[in-house]
């Protein structure tokens, strides 16, 4: 059975220092590794796409890294504004158009 | 370019009831994708409808069903309705093979 697990399940961080969050996988293929963003009461924000072990993608003060069982979200000197959830998912190999495995987030708490 | 809209935003049923969630997709996208999120929960695939054919199904029972209309736009429906059933719903449109963009949600309490 595919399975996203992610860790920590919540994370308090001071503005300015950085830290990473984990998300690792069990699939039977992958197909690509997604992260979303989700505020309170909202929907998830589509972040980045990782497809094979090795790639990274940068936005901001984030950056994503994927490896053969387990991806990465690096936050580099945050700011109170990138306090939110962040969803990991996986899309197992197979069939046309993407259908989502998700984690279950790890909530990011940036104090000033 | 418009995003992914969801109606009603939010929505309280008693058990037993069905109700009927709408989703418009972004412009563009042909293909429509529902998850259900419960509380503290990661998103759960129910379906996906690519072209008005149903493209794949989720471990949800037949009670939740769906329709996509010629314009992209898409319904979930959820008959007899079950208190484990409250949950916000969230609809995701997309290209053949391109990521998901989610839009805000219908958030549903059932009593």
């Known amino acids: 059975e595919d399975q996203v697990t992610q860790s920590p399940e919540a994370l308090r961080l001071q503005e300015g220092e950085s830290s990473s969050l984990n998300c690792s996988y069990t699939v039977s293929g992958l197909r690509g590794l997604f992260w979303y963003r989700q505020d309170p009461g909202k929907g998830p924000e589509f972040l980045f796409t990782l497809y094979s072990a090795g790639e990274e993608k940068e936005k901001e003060r984030l950056k994503a890294t994927l490896t053969k069982k387990e991806s990465f979200l690096h936050i580099t000197a945050p700011k109170p504004e990138d306090s939110a959830t962040y969803l990991c998912a996986v899309d197992p190999s197979g069939g046309s158009n993407y259908k989502l495995t998700f984690g279950k987030g790890t909530l990011l708490t940036v104090n000033p | 370019e418009t995003g992914v809209t969801q109606s009603p935003t939010h929505l309280i049923k008693t058990r037993g009831q069905q109700v009927t969630l709408r989703c418009s997709s972004q412009?563009?996208?042909?293909?429509v994708s529902w998850y259900q999120q419960a509380l503290g929960q990661g998103p759960q695939f129910i379906f996906q409808y690519y072209r008005e054919e149903e493209n794949g199904r989720g471990n949800f029972p037949p009670r939740f069903s769906g329709l996509q209309f010629p314009n992209y736009s898409s319904e979930l429906n959820v008959n007899a309705l079950e208190l484990d059933d409250s949950a916000l719903y969230l609809c995701?449109?997309?290209?053949?093979?391109?990521?998901?963009?989610f839009g805000e949600g219908s958030r549903l309490t059932v009593l």
């Open positions: 412009s563009g996208h042909n293909t």
């Open positions: 995701a449109s997309s290209h053949v093979t391109g990521e998901l963009f």
